[in-house]
T-cell receptor
Framework: NAGVTQTPKFQVLKTGQSMTLQCAQD?????MYWYRQDPGMGLRLIYY???????DKGEVPNGYNVSRLNKREFSLRLESAAPSQTSVYFC??????????????FGEGSRLTVL | AQSVAQPEDQVNVAEGNPLTVKCTYS??????LFWYVQYPNRGLQFLLK??????LVKGSYGFEAEFNKSQTSFHLKKPSALVSDSALYFC????????????FGKGTRLHILP
């Protein structure tokens, strides 16, 4: 059971380049999330999806877009990367979106550096 | 808007002593509260949660947390610290009134001194 899988694990971009972080979960969870982790800032919510077909902004959505492709997959896109987006990105999923009380299951993280 | 505060960036405890990592929260409805732990270069792992019922909840690795509604707090505790407990700890709150938005605190680094 793979749980939550993120790709790539490491990426270096130049300012202005675009890229997509992929996330897939095999636990049949309804809710999926993207967070970024920066020193001293903790985890900040970028976007989330409470169910297939819906997405909502989190705390720091500017500069990002997301797609909930199906129940399993939730991708995060940087259209024009900026150095301020250098961070570690975590995808997570949770069961019973909207009505439940499930905890988050996290991927291993994707370390992105924007030069 | 929901929020979580972890007032201590770092907590140092001698091995064998009790430990407490503090968390306070703000949410419009009834809170669903969680603690997670992160070891170096790893993702976050779930420790425990409070949904309803007994204010003292028990979780993994001997950790427990006490929910206090009047003080809007959810402090993490362990009776006897181990060096292996050294890690980064995050408190989180879920607002099920707002489509499952889950917000984290900034984290507290726990150092257990041998």
């Amino acid at each position: 059971n793979a749980g939550v899988t993120q790709t790539p694990k490491f990426q270096v971009l130049k300012t202005g380049q675009s890229m997509t972080l992929q996330c897939a979960q095999d636990m049949n969870h309804n809710s999926m999330y993207w967070y970024r982790q920066d020193p001293g800032m903790g985890l900040r919510l970028i976007y989330y999806s409470a169910s297939e077909g819906t997405t909502d902004k989190g705390e720091v959505p500017n500069g990002y877009n997301v797609s909930r492709l199906n129940k399993r997959e939730f991708s995060l896109r940087l259209e024009s990367a900026a150095p301020s987006q250098t961070s570690v990105y975590f995808c997570a999923s949770s069961e019973n979106g909207g009505i439940g009380t499930g905890e988050l299951f996290f991927g291993e993280g994707s370390r992105l550096t924007v030069l | 808007a929901q929020s979580v505060a972890q007032p201590e960036d770092q907590v140092n405890v001698a091995e064998g002593n009790p430990l407490t990592v503090k968390c306070t929260y703000s949410v419009s409805g009834n809170p669903y509260l969680f603690w997670y732990v992160q070891y170096p270069n790893r993702g976050l792992q779930f420790l425990l949660k409070y949904i309803t019922g007994d204010n003292l909840v028990k979780g993994s690795y001997g950790f427990e947390a006490e929910f206090n509604k009047s003080q809007t707090s959810f402090h993490l505790k362990k009776p006897s610290a181990l060096v292996s407990d050294s890690a980064l700890y995050f408190c989180a709150v879920r607002d099920v009134r707002r489509d499952d938005k889950i917000i984290f605190g900034k984290g507290t680094r726990l150092h257990i001194l041998p």
